[in-house]
C-alpha cells in the first residue's frame, strides 16, 4: 500500500497546527517528549526576545536560587562599595578592626542587614549621606525581595498536571481491528477533573515529487473523561474514519509519523487549569501490543492501588488476520 | 423485574468516566462523601508521588501549623548550632551566661532572631565567617518565610463552594412519576452563580456471568440554574429516558447504586470557578420522601431566611400506584 | 388585557432562576440594586455560616481596616501581658520608669516591634522564657501579617468591572414597535472586551386562584458585543417573541415586574473574567422615553468623549399608535 | 465599483462592536495599534474615573517607581514631621547634633527605618506618645508596602501574550483569488496555544446621503490554530463570502478600511489565558504584496530558526488580472 492512500480519505488534512507543511524537510521531531517545540528566535536584540518573567520560572531550580542569591550579592557589593566610599566615620559600630578590607566587610554586612530589613543595629549608619544611602537600600530590599519571593511562591505553586506517559504508543487490538494507544496516569496526589485530550499526527509524505508534512486532528474513542482515576488509555480507533485506516507498520514507519498530544484538565482541588504537552514519534511505536492493567485491590477492599511502574506494562499480540 | 432489563434502554451507558468497569467487584465506594477518590499510588519512590505543593494545601490547619512551626525551629536548630560550633566569640550579647546551655540558646535566639529579620541587636555577630552566616541565615529566612506565608494565604483564600449536601438522595414523587432528587445549599456567606451539576450514576450489574459496573450519565430536570438562592433540589426523573425508569427500591438496593456529583459555579463576588465533588451510595437512599421547604419570610417581609438546619427535612410519602 | 395572556406564547417560562417561583407572596425585591441577593442563612451557628475570607472582602474599607488594627492591638495586648507577668526582669531597656503602668507599657511596644518585627531592640528580651515568646511572637506576627496583607492587597484587586446602570428602564421606541431598553457604561479606566448580559424578568401572576412568580429568560437585539466604548444599550423588543409582547403599562405594574440583570465581560488589559449584577424593579420603569446620546467628539476630533453625566438622559416621546 | 455595493452581499454587517455607527465622521482611527481605545470620559469628577489599581497597572514602570518612592518619602516626611514635633526628648540617639535641621533628619531617618521595620535601634522612641506613633508607622509600613510590593509583583508577572504585529496588512494572492492578510508572531520564549483571531472590519460609506460607518466580521481561513510557533498569517479571503469580494484598492482607500484585531490565546507554560489587541487602518493597507518565509533550519538540522527580522519582509506581486 502506497501512502499516496491518505488522499481522498474521509478525514481532511488540517493546516492550522502553526507548524508548517515544509519546514520540517530535515526530519526534525516537531514537539520534544517535554511538550517544548524546537525553535529558536532570531533576528531581534536578546532583551526583545526574553521575558524576565517566563524565564525566572522555567529555569531549574538550582539555577534559580543561585541567580536569586547572586542578585542579592550584588546588591550588597554595590551598596557596600558607597557606603565604604563614603569614608571610615560612615559606619558606626564595634565588631571589626579598621583595616581597609575589614571596613568594606562591615560596610558588606551592614548593607546585608539592611537589605533584609533584620537591623540589629551593632553597625549603624552615620551622617546625612549614609542615612539616605541606608534609607534607599532598604527601600530597595523590600521591593527587590518582593519580585524574587514572588516569583519563587509562583514557581513552587504553579499549575502542574504531573501526567506522566506511557514511554511508547502501541498498535493494539481494538473491538473488530486495530487502534492507536497510549497510557497516562497523574503520578502525584493531585486528581483531574474533566480531562480533555487532543491529539494531532503529522505524516510526511510526497506529492507531486515533493516532500510535504500532513496534519491530522485523530478521532478519539473518548476525548474527555469525568475523572482521571488510575490511568487513562487514549485510543485513536484506526477505523474507516482514520486517515490511517489501511496503514502497516511500514507506511507508518516510511511516514514518520509523529502524535502530537495536548491534556487539558481541571485540578480538583484548587480550581486551576492545567496543562501539559508530549509527542510520540515513530521510533517510539510498538506494533502489535497491549496495555496491561496497572491497578490492584489493596487487602482490605477499602483502597483501589495504582501501580505506577506498571504503566509501561504491554504484552505482545500477534494478529489474527 | 431483573436488573437485565438495563440494556436496551434508549440511554446508553458510558464508559468515559475514569473508573474501570471491572475494577470495583468488592463494593468499594467510588467516591468518597467529601469528593476524594479511594486511590492509592504505588509502584514509584514516595518523592515522585508527592507534590509537596498539594500536601501543603490539603493537610489539616493544625498540621500545616505544627508543620511550619516544626521547620521553622529546625532551620534555628542548625543555625544555632553553625554559631554555637563558631565558638564563645562568634556573637556578642549581654543577656545569658556563659555555661555551654546557654550559649546554645543564645546561639538559638539570634538565629531566631535573623529568621524572622526581627534584628534586635541585643545579640549580634562577630567576625567574619558569623557575619557571612547571618547574612545567608536572613536571606533564607526571607525565601522560606515567603514560602510559607504564601501557603498559608493560599489555604486562606482558596476558591471554595461552601456547598452542603443532604444526607440522602431521595427517590420522591415527581410529575406523575418519580425521581431521584438531591438538596444542596451553601452554607456561607458566598453566592454562587451560573451552577452546574453533573450527576454519574454507578450500578453493578452481572453480564453474560460476569460482574460489571456500568456507568451513566443522568438527565436532570435543570442542569445549571443562574443562581443558588436558598437551595438547590437536583432532580433526575425516572422517566422513559432514564437508564431506571422501571427499576424497584429492590434492584437500586442489588445494583448498589452509587450516584457520584460534581457541582461547578462561579463565585459572584469574587470572580473565581469553583468546584465541588461528593457521592451518594444506595445505603443513602429514602425511597418514598420528598423534601420539606426550608425558607421562610422574615417578620418584616424584606429578608428571605434560608433555615440551614432544614436541608434534611423530608416527609414519607405513599405511592399512589 | 389580562396578565393571564402570559400563558400560551412562544416563549416558555423558565424554572431555573434559583428562585422560587412561590418565595416572595410579599413583593420583596429579588436583587437588590447591587447586585446582592436579599437573603439571610439562619438555622447552623454563626461561625459555620461565615466564610472569614468573604467577610474579609466584602466589608467596607473603613471596617476591615479597623478590624485588622483591632487584631494588631489585641495581639500586642495579649503579649504584653505575658511579657508583663514573666516580671520586671524579663525585658531590659532604659526608657521607662518602673511603675506598674510604665512596665507594662513598655511590655507593649516592645510586643509591637516584635510583631512587626522592627526589632528596634532599646527594649529586648532577657531570659529562656522572654526570648522563647518573643521568637514564638515574631513568627506569629510573620504569619498573621501574611493574612492580613494578602486579604489587604486581595481587596485592592479584585477583579470588579466598573459599571454604572442607568437609573431607569424604559419602554422605548425601538422599530416598528417598542423595547424595554436600560444603559449602561464603564465609569473608570478599565476597559471591557466581549461583554455579555443575561436578562431575566420576573412577573407575579395569579393562576388558578394562587399568586405565583414566572421568570422568563429576555432575548436581547444583542446579548454580546466586542467591546465595551462609551456605553451599551441593552435592548428586549416587545416583539412576538417577548412573553410581554402585548403587555400596557398597567400590566406591567399589575405584574410587579422585576428584571434580573447579569454582566459578565473579559478586563483587556488583566485577562480577568468580571462580572456585576443588577435589577429594576416595575417602580425605576419608565414608559414611553428613549436615551439620549452621551457621547461628543473632542474638539482636536482625536479623541471621543464619553459623557458619563449624561447615562441617565432620556427624552419623552409619544407613541404614534 | 461603487461602495454601495457593500448591501445586498452574503455577508451581513454587525452592530454589536461596541462602536456607534455615527461616532466616527471626523476619521479618527477606531482603535490604536497598541490595542487602545481612543476614548475619553467625561462628566463625573475625576476620583470615580480612576481605579487606582488600573493606573497604577497601567503606567510607564519610571513613573510607578517614582510614585512608589514618592509615597514612601511623602510618608516619611508626614511622621517625621511628628516625630519633630514631639519635642527633642521624643527620640534617643547618638548620631546628629541637636540643631533643629538635624533633628528633623534624625527623625526622618526614624521614620525611614521604622517604615521598612528595618529598626537598626540607633535612633529609638522614647516615651509614651513616640513609641505609640511607631507602633503605628510599623503597622502602616506594613500594610502599605504590601499594597505597593504586590502591585510591583502584578506589573511583573502580568500575563501578556508578547505578540508583534506585522506593519502593514497586505492584499495578497490567494488561491485563486485575493485575501487580506497579516502577520503576527510571539517574540519571547513564552509559548502560545489555542491562538484565536477574530477580526472586525469598520468601512466608512456614505448611505441616503448619510456618512455611516459598517461592521463586520470577517470570515478567516483559520480562525484558530492549535500552536503559535514561528509566525502566522491571518487570512480573510475576499470570496464570495467577503463583504469586500469586489473592491477595488480605491474602494478601500475611499472606505477608510480598519481592521480591527483581537488574539486569544492559552499561555502554555503558565496556564493563562492571554489577549492583545490592535488595528490596521487603510494608510497601513499594502495592495499587492505577500509575505516571505521567516523562518530556516539550523545548520545541525536540530532547531527550527524562526527569524523575527523578518516579519515585515514582502515581495510586490502583480495581478495576472
Known sequence: MSRASLSGKKSKSIDNTGFSPNSDAAGRRLINR?????LRKKGIPFYERISIYHSLLRMPRLYFILTVFGIYTSLNI??????????PDSLEGTLLADSLSERYLQAFFFSSQTL??????????????????ASIESFIGIMSFALVTGMFYARFSRPE????????FLVAPYREGKALMFR???????????VEAEVTAAIHVTEHGKATTKFYQLALEFSKINSLGVSWTVVHPLDENSPFSDFTQQDFTAGRLELMITIRAFDDHFSNTVQQRTSYIQQEMVYGARFLPMYEQSKDGKYLHALLDKLNDTETVTWQH
Open 34 to 38: 517535554d511538550g517544548t517545540v524546537s
Open 78 to 87: 554595590i551598596f557596600a562599595t558607597i557606603y565604604f566610599s563614603l569614608g
Open 116 to 133: 533584609t530589613t533584620v537591623g540589629y543595629g551593632h553597625i549603624s549608619p552615620v551622617g546625612f549621606v549614609t542615612n539616605v544611602v
Open 161 to 168: 498536571a504531573y501526567i506522566r506517559f506511557s514511554d511508547h
Open 184 to 194: 497516562l496516569a497523574t503520578t502525584k496526589n493531585n486528581h483531574l477533573t474533566d
